[in-house]
């Protein structure tokens, strides 16, 4: 089954507004991470949060984390036509080393 | 340049003939896993590895096959494969710290497999 579960699974906006996808999870973690896929390629690893975190920045993204939730979410603020692409959130099982990642939200952002 | 390399890129094949495709990472990384990509399902972990000579069975890992003799190189085999392996399949790394994983994984470009 899926850890990691995303929600939109798809979201269309305008550039310049910001964008937000949700992830839940199931079992613990030590941490949860999101990656960017454009289409058909390798993924790119955007940010990590660590379970002890409850808020994460990187340029215009920002990533929440609630434990008690079991969720995270994803903010890419003022979106651009070359943010269009699939985000995936990832996590590492607390008690073990596999990678669950979820279906993942395809972001279209239109110019 | 750092990064993780899959050979080939694309692979037509026919049902039951064996094939294997390679996958290198120059990071010096402990921890290398193989996933498969289908529509609607994201990705799924096939197998991992921690270090050389440990590996683990993912999520789905009927009908593949890996092995970890060197660091750099965790190929993944596919002894008779069959049309449902087919799929776009991506080797990633990572640094492990003590027994867990706890950083960013780099991906490769992918290997888009067709089982006739």
């Known amino acids: 089954s899926q850890q990691g579960e995303e929600d939109p699974q798809a979201l269309s906006i305008q550039e310049g507004e910001n964008a937000t996808m949700n992830c839940s999870y199931k079992?613990?973690?030590?941490?949860l991470q999101w990656y960017r896929q454009n289409s058909g390629r390798g993924l790119v690893h955007l940010i990590l949060?660590?379970?002890?975190?409850r808020e994460k920045h990187s340029g215009r993204l920002r990533v929440t984390l609630d434990t008690s939730k079991k969720s995270s979410s994803l903010l890419i603020t003022a979106s651009r036509a070359a943010d269009t692409a699939s985000y995936f959130c990832a996590t590492p099982r607390g008690d073990n080393n596999d990678m669950r990642f979820g279906a993942g939200t395809r972001l279209t952002v239109k110019p | 340049e750092a990064q993780v390399t899959q050979n080939p890129r694309y692979l037509i094949t026919v049902t039951g003939k064996k094939l294997t495709v390679t996958c290198s990472q120059n990071?010096?990384?402990?921890?290398m896993s193989w996933y498969r990509q289908d529509p609607g399902l994201g990705l799924r972990q096939i197998y991992y590895s921690m270090n050389v000579e440990v590996t683990d069975k993912g999520d789905v890992p009927e009908g593949y096959k890996v092995s970890r003799k060197e660091k750099r190189n965790f190929p993944l085999i596919l002894e008779s494969p069959s049309p449902n392996q087919t799929s776009l399949y991506f080797c990633?790394?990572?640094?492990?710290?003590?027994?867990?994983?706890?950083?960013?994984?780099?991906f490769g470009p992918g290997t888009r497999l067709t089982v006739l």
């Open positions: 949060i660590r379970s002890n975190e």
């Open positions: 079992t613990s973690i030590n941490n």
């Open positions: 990633a790394s990572s640094k492990a710290t003590g027994t867990s994983i706890h950083n960013e994984q780099f």
């Open positions: 990071m010096n990384h402990e921890y």
